[in-house]
Nanobody, 116 residues
Framework: QVQLQESGPGLVKPSQTLSLTCAVSGRSITTNYYYWNWIRQPPGKGLEWIGYISYSGSTYYSPSLKSRASISRDTSKNQFTLQLSSVTPEDTAVYYC????????WGKGTQVTVSS
């Protein structure tokens, strides 16, 4: 059974960098040919895909967030991390990590609020 668990601060100040980690169990993040995503849902809005890191370590981002988002991984801990720089209140959302291009396993999500 694959499980994903997001962690990180629930409150971030504007202009700072948001950093979230997704710990994965039940499957190595280097296993062919899985993709590991970050997705968010702002209040009252739909899901927004942020980007992924692949089994090989390659990354791909939403064009709208590409300039601010960075996804990396720690294979020794079987986890991957999202950093989103220069946050504004519009980045307030529930952030999810999920597996694969059509996600089949999701974390429970973590609320991030951007506020001074």
């Amino acid at each position: 059974q694959v499980q994903l668990q997001e962690s990180g601060p629930g409150l971030v100040k504007p202009s700072q960098t948001l950093s979230l980690t997704c710990a994965v169990s039940g499957r190595s993040i280097t296993t062919n040919y899985y993709y590991w995503n970050w997705i968010r849902q702002p209040p009252g809005k739909g899901l927004e895909w942020i980007g992924y890191i692949s089994y090989s370590g390659s990354t791909y981002y939403s064009p709208s967030l590409k300039s601010r988002a960075s996804i990396s991984r720690d294979t020794s801990k079987n986890q991957f991390t999202l950093q989103l720089s220069s946050v504004t209140p519009e980045d307030t959302a529930v952030y999810y990590c999920a597996r694969d291009l059509v996600p089949d396993y999701w974390g429970k999500g973590t609320q991030v609020t951007v506020s001074s």
